[in-house]
């Protein structure tokens, strides 16, 4: 595809105190060989450097659009707002503490547009820890999702035994949109359930090269994360169950036929959860 050919592509960077990892972020994002893409940084209401840093690269590359939210409007929300000031054919999601290869876009937007029936395109990825220069290569960081259908992907993604890394895939933003018109649903393991939705609905295709690096916080997932708030909530696993089963039944994106599909699965799912659930019922299971 010629540059003046490529199609645009809008990467998403909601950031809340980006801290020392953001400038490696924006640094692998900017030097991606495919050229027409926008960048649209979301900060929402940071308290460290990380105004300074986005204006100073918004200066230097125009590509790149910087708002700042003047309070804390949340994760989800903010996710909302870079996807919603997008105008790209494509669009990805951009963690701020991540890398890409300088091939990463280019490679997932071939993968789309050789691959029509396809809505997401994802690569291999390996894991960082911080204080360590080695890359792990886990089970989690290959998967082979391209010739699966709705069903086996569903039940792949709904296991959480896969990561559920395409989040942070290639996007045709149009079914996105669509897909993230409720935002994410409140409770743990959102994204689960999130990506679950899309399974039922779309296609995912799989890029067999490690073009991404994920950072992995060592924090445990309580106190680095917004989902930590929902675990200290009264019965989080069965506030779960109940809502990915409502989740999908009522979605707008996943075809009625489809619908059907959900129950059996969800079973399964609460059935691995059963101690847990009476635990938080009861108390006394151990």
Same mark, same amino acid.
């Given at each position: 595809?010629?540059?003046?050919?490529?199609? +645009?592509?809008?990467?998403?960077?909601?950031?809340?105190?980006?801290?020392?990892?953001?400038?490696?972020?924006?640094?692998?994002? =900017?030097? $991606?060989?495919?050229?027409?893409?926008?960048?649209?940084?979301?900060?929402?209401? /940071?308290?460290?450097?990380?105004?300074?840093?986005? $204006?100073?690269?918004?200066?230097?590359?125009?590509?790149? %659009?910087?708002?700042? $939210?003047?309070?804390?409007?949340?994760?989800?929300?903010?996710?909302?707002?870079? @996807?919603?000031?997008?105008?790209? &054919?494509?669009?990805?999601?951009?963690?701020?503490?991540?890398?890409?290869?300088?091939?990463?876009?280019? %490679?997932?937007? %071939?993968? @789309?547009?050789?691959?029509?029936?396809?809505?997401?395109?994802?690569?291999?990825?390996?894991? /960082?820890?911080?204080?360590?220069? &080695? =890359?792990?290569?886990?089970?989690?960081?290959?998967?082979?999702?391209?010739?699966?259908?709705?069903?086996?992907?569903?039940?792949?993604?709904?296991?959480?035994?896969?990561?559920?890394?395409? &989040?942070?895939?290639?996007?045709?933003?149009?079914?996105? =949109?669509? *897909?993230?018109?409720?935002?994410?649903?409140?409770?743990?393991?959102?994204?689960?359930? *999130?990506?679950?939705?899309?399974?039922?609905?779309?296609?995912?295709? /799989?890029?067999?090269?490690?073009?991404?690096?994920? !950072?992995?916080?060592?924090?445990?997932?309580?106190?680095?994360?917004?989902?930590?708030?929902?675990?200290? %909530?009264?019965?989080?696993?069965?506030?779960?169950?109940?809502?990915? @089963?409502?989740?999908? *039944?009522?979605?707008?994106?996943?075809?009625?036929?489809?619908? @059907? =599909?959900? +129950?059996?699965?969800?079973?399964?799912?609460?059935?691995? !959860?059963?101690?847990?659930?009476?635990?938080?019922?009861?108390?006394?299971?151990?």
């Amino acid at each position: 595809m010629m540059p003046n050919q490529e199609k +645009l592509v809008s990467v998403g960077l909601p950031v809340r105190n980006g801290g020392s990892l953001f400038k490696g972020a924006l640094d692998a994002l =900017l030097s $991606q060989t495919y050229r027409n893409i926008e960048f649209i940084i979301s900060d929402n209401a /940071s308290e460290d450097d990380t105004p300074s840093l986005s $204006q100073s690269y918004a200066e230097k590359d125009k590509r790149l %659009k910087y708002f700042r $939210q003047k309070e804390n409007i949340g994760f989800a929300r903010n996710w909302a707002f870079v @996807l919603n000031e997008a105008r790209g &054919e494509y669009f990805m999601w951009a963690a701020h503490d991540d890398w890409w290869d300088p091939a990463f876009v280019g %490679k997932m937007v %071939k993968a @789309l547009e050789e691959n029509p029936n396809h809505v997401v395109a994802m690569s291999h990825f390996k894991v /960082s820890r911080p204080g360590s220069e &080695e =890359l792990e290569d886990t089970p989690l960081g290959e998967h082979d999702f391209t010739a699966l259908s709705n069903s086996q992907l569903y039940k792949t993604m709904l296991s959480a035994k896969d990561n559920p890394i395409f &989040e942070y895939g290639l996007w045709r933003r149009k079914f996105l =949109l669509k *897909l993230f018109s409720r935002l994410k649903p409140r409770c743990i393991e959102d994204t689960v359930i *999130l990506m679950s939705e899309a399974a039922l609905a779309v296609r995912f295709y /799989s890029v067999k090269e490690f073009l991404h690096v994920k !950072y992995r916080d060592p924090r445990p997932l309580r106190e680095r994360h917004y989902l930590g708030d929902y675990y200290k %909530k009264p019965f989080p696993y069965t506030k779960f169950i109940w809502t990915g @089963l409502r989740w999908h *039944l009522t979605s707008g994106v996943i075809p009625f036929r489809r619908k @059907l =599909l959900v +129950l059996r699965p969800w079973l399964g799912k609460a059935w691995f !959860y059963k101690r847990k659930i009476l635990k938080e019922w009861f108390g006394f299971i151990k």
